[in-house]
């Protein structure tokens, strides 16, 4: 978007709720990853496996304690955080706004009963059809009757709606970090063509449940040996990513309808891309280089990579930084917070705001990779590439956006 | 207001093409024609053992894939079928489709089977682990490439996409029983931002198992009139009680009508309007005053530029279970008042069952067969009507209708309620 299009609906963030294991709310996470905070992991718990875990949160500051019930972890993580982005935009309880918001919300699915899982698999014996028949009678009789409802991926949105009062639209998107990019850039692309005004838009994952770390591990993704950086996983045992626990929550609004309510301004999405094909290092380079030209990568002060660690696409990752954007300096935030799949995008987007907000970089991580910043901030990349599928690249620009 | 734009002045988006698979049958024809023949795809589960089960019917797709592939593959299968045909009679190529997919589909998880044979091989690397710690070391231990469609909920899109060669980022969605208009919602939007010039959308699901079966059964959300499985589903019947599982998938070609045009492809009706509304109220239950239903209803007629009285057919959501047909019927009642009774409403689920995540495609697909044919399907099962209700259910047998415009409506878990404006091609 050049200058003189700064208009009514440019894209703007007027709100961010975060929660990582780095801390509660946006300013946490903010002074704890714009100071190098070491990161919190546990490599006990889940052993052989690391992850970031949820840090402490009372719920009930969010939820009431009768919708709390309702809810798996990873909801309750996704309401409470969506609550916060709500409350920092000045929108909660303000049913003039969230009555008329759209929410786009990035989910997989909820997380079973794991005593009800022990029992079936401890009863079954060998033959098929007796196991199917010990599923039968276990599930009848042994799961909570709204489980369920606590593990349907378009449940988060829905307990949303109803905690929050957000009606305007309920949409949720599925299918890992793409989801979070669709996300972000749908509710984008909505509020720039004029079909909404403000939008709700985010996503939440908890790892600490062992059916989510068995999701990954079927394709061998798990880092095994303790925590290292997200950009030197190469010989890791396993594979590379350490999960981590959490969400992000954005309001984005129009510029226009930002402004009109007097709302604060974080910062300008200038703009979105994502992409998707052929894995194979040439194509996704060529993927890479095209969405990184159109969201004006070159341009920025630094990059915010949401990298997962997973070794062969964050190789690829690196490849093309060092190749394309040799003189652009990186964060690969998931060092800090772990890898929390659907959130990771929201999540890099939100760092960026706040970045700008505050006018510091975030700190470098890994002196090996990541080198010093010194300018204040003025446009700030975000770069993800998912563990298997899916890259998405933005730019983000000051509250004004940019201009003078 | 040109000849390729809307009231709006936003482009109008043509349908083109379009396809479905049902318990019917695979393909429109054998479908259209079972449907005005009143059958019904409902039957006798033989996927997995019933003992213990409270419902014992449904409407599974059972010539797609073997039932031991599981419910990952059958997903894919379905879509597939639907997207194929749906490209193919929009004339475009199936290995280079160029434009967005919007897939709805059902969450994935790691199916029991699989389960099984982790926990059969965990037990033999280290008998002492129990539970989760021996599916994760089996897990690590082994190569499991054919579970991964059952744990990575990109994965179905993904494979679609290569496919048929669609462009971009896919997305896939749920927004529960209202996925599959919201899926065409999504296309239309898109084309109409001008982000491509085609889309196609669909809605799959093939995941009736044990499990998700179990689940809707322990919400009493599930008929259990088990004994003649054809007969289960009766939207809009005083004795209704409850909807029947199903699978399948409904796939729409969208484009705009002006790229249409300038390929000279045949258009095939038009994407009128879309509306959608979210419910605070309950995680299963509507609103007691229908206010959601009703805001999405009447946003898809504000989005269409139409009146009321400009509907000739309701392709309702109709699921057979006691809240949702009344609340439905309710919500009509207050956009339509009067009318409402000169106004046919059938539920295709009275046949087809409910097809969850691809409903409300495969609803969008038969109300277009609707305006093409000039015949309304039926609302079979009708034979002991829910005085409650007054409307035209169109009972029973097909009826001839010179339909030009129809209201389908999708409402789903959570909230969703999702509303699509389909109309006849501009002549």
């Given at each position: ?13 007027t709100g961010i709720g975060m929660v990582s294991a780095l801390g509660v709310g946006a300013q946490q996470n903010w002074d704890n990853l714009s100071v190098g905070a070491a990161p919190v992991f546990d490599s006990e718990k889940f052993a052989p496996y690391t992850v970031h875990p949820l840090p402490e949160i009372d719920w009930a500051e969010q939820i009431s304690k009768r919708d709390q019930r309702q809810m798996e972890a990873w909801q309750r993580i996704g309401t409470y955080t969506a609550g916060l982005a709500l409350d920092d935009a000045g929108l909660k309880d303000k049913q003039e706004f969230t009555s008329t918001m759209d929410m786009i919300v ?299 | ?306 009146t009321p009285e400009e509907i000739n057919y309701i392709n309702a959501h109709g699921t057979s279970t006691p809240e949702n047909d009344k609340m439905e019927c309710m919500s009509l009642m207050s956009i339509f008042g009067e009318k409402l009774g000169g106004t046919p409403i059938s539920s295709n689920k009275s046949m087809i069952g409910h097809t969850l995540t691809a409903a409300g495609a495969i609803e969008a697909v038969f109300s277009l ?59």
């Amino acid at each position: 978007m050049n200058e003189q299009n700064m208009d009514g609906r440019d894209v703007v963030i007027t709100g961010i709720g975060m929660v990582s294991a780095l801390g509660v709310g946006a300013q946490q996470n903010w002074d704890n990853l714009s100071v190098g905070a070491a990161p919190v992991f546990d490599s006990e718990k889940f052993a052989p496996y690391t992850v970031h875990p949820l840090p402490e949160i009372d719920w009930a500051e969010q939820i009431s304690k009768r919708d709390q019930r309702q809810m798996e972890a990873w909801q309750r993580i996704g309401t409470y955080t969506a609550g916060l982005a709500l409350d920092d935009a000045g929108l909660k309880d303000k049913q003039e706004f969230t009555s008329t918001m759209d929410m786009i919300v990035a989910a997989a699915g909820g997380e079973r009963d794991v005593d009800v899982d022990t029992m079936i698999l401890a009863e079954a014996g060998g033959d098929a059809s007796d196991a199917a028949t010990v599923v039968n009678e276990k599930l009848t009789t042994e799961l909570r009757p709204t489980l369920f409802l606590a593990q349907l991926s378009n449940l988060l949105a829905g307990n949303i709606s109803i905690v929050h009062k957000v009606t305007g639209s309920s949409r949720t998107f599925m299918g890992e970090e793409g989801a979070g990019i669709s996300a972000v850039l749908t509710a984008a692309a909505r509020i720039r063509a004029g079909q909404s005004t403000h939008v709700l838009v985010g996503a939440s994952f908890n790892t600490e449940h062992p059916d989510m770390l068995l999701g990954y591990e079927i394709g061998h993704h798990l880092k095994r040996d303790g925590w290292t950086s997200v950009w030197h996983r190469q010989d890791s045992e396993g594979g590379g990513i350490i999960t981590g626990s959490g969400g992000t929550f954005l309001v984005l609004e129009a510029r226009s309808h930002a402004e009109a309510r007097g709302a604060r301004i974080y910062a300008t999405l200038e703009s979105v891309e994502a992409d998707q094909g052929n894995n194979d290092q040439t194509a996704t380079g060529e993927r890479l280089g095209k969405i990184s030209a159109a969201t004006k990568l070159g341009d920025a002060n630094y990059i915010i990579s949401a990298a997962s660690g997973a070794k062969e696409r964050t190789e690829i990752e690196k490849e093309f930084l060092n190749s394309a954007l040799k003189a652009v300096p990186v964060r690969g935030v998931a060092s800090a917070v772990g890898h929390m799949r659907e959130v990771q995008f929201p999540f890099a987007v939100a760092l960026a705001a706040l970045s700008l907000h505050h006018e510091k970089p975030v700190e470098q991580m890994d002196s090996r990779f990541e080198v010093g910043i010194t300018d204040k901030p003025e446009r700030v990349g975000v770069l993800s590439l998912g563990y298997e599928d899916a890259e998405g690249a933005a730019l983000l620009t000051p509250a004004n956006g940019g201009k003078v | 207001m040109s000849k390729f734009t809307d009231q709006s002045g936003r482009p109008i988006i043509a349908i083109t093409g379009a396809g479905v698979v049902s318990s019917l049958g695979r393909g429109k024809k054998d479908n259209w024609d079972k449907l005005t023949g009143g059958e019904s795809g409902i039957h006798k589960i033989t996927r997995f053992p019933q003992d213990h089960l409270r419902t014992t019917i449904a409407g599974t797709v059972d010539f797609m894939t073997a039932p031991e592939e599981g419910s990952a593959a059958l997903t894919y299968a379905l879509a597939e079928a639907a997207a194929l045909e749906a490209i193919e009679e929009a004339d475009i190529s199936a290995t280079d489709f160029g434009g967005q997919l919007c897939l709805a589909a059902p969450p994935v998880e790691l199916e029991w089977q699989h389960r099984f044979q982790l926990n059969a091989e965990g037990a033999d690397l280290t008998p002492a682990m129990q539970s989760y710690d021996r599916l994760l070391l089996a897990a690590r231990s082994n190569q499991h490439p054919s579970f991964s469609p059952s744990v990575k909920f990109a994965a179905t899109a993904r494979r679609l996409q290569d496919r048929i060669g669609a462009r971009g980022l896919p997305v896939t969605l749920s927004t529960a029983c209202a996925s599959g208009a919201t899926a065409i919602q999504m296309g239309v939007e898109a084309l109409r931002r001008g982000e491509s010039e085609r889309a196609i959308a669909i809605g799959t699901d093939g995941s009736v198992t044990a499990e998700a079966l179990i689940r809707f059964s322990l919400l009493s959300a599930l008929s259990t009139q088990n004994e003649e499985p054809h007969k289960a589903s009766k939207p809009f019947s005083k004795d209704r009680d409850g909807f029947v599982m199903a699978e399948g998938a409904g796939a729409l070609v969208l484009e705009t009508l002006e790229a249409a045009t300038a390929r000279g492809a045949t258009i095939l009706g038009v994407l009128e309007g879309c509306g959608e509304c979210a419910d605070d109220f309950h995680r299963t239950r509507s609103k007691p005053d229908g206010s959601p239903a009703i805001a999405a209803v009447r946003a898809a007629l504000e989005d269409a530029g139409v009146t009321p009285e400009e509907i000739n057919y309701i392709n309702a959501h109709g699921t057979s279970t006691p809240e949702n047909d009344k609340m439905e019927c309710m919500s009509l009642m207050s956009i339509f008042g009067e009318k409402l009774g000169g106004t046919p409403i059938s539920s295709n689920k009275s046949m087809i069952g409910h097809t969850l995540t691809a409903a409300g495609a495969i609803e969008a697909v038969f109300s277009l067969l609707t305006i093409r044919n000039g015949v309304i399907p039926p609302t079979i099962n009708h034979v002991n009507p829910d005085p409650a209700l007054e409307i035209d259910a169109v009972p029973n047998e097909k009826r001839e209708a010179d339909v030009r415009r129809v209201l389908s409506n999708s409402f789903g878990f959570g909230g969703q309620n999702a509303c699509l404006v389909i109309g006849r091609e501009p002549a």
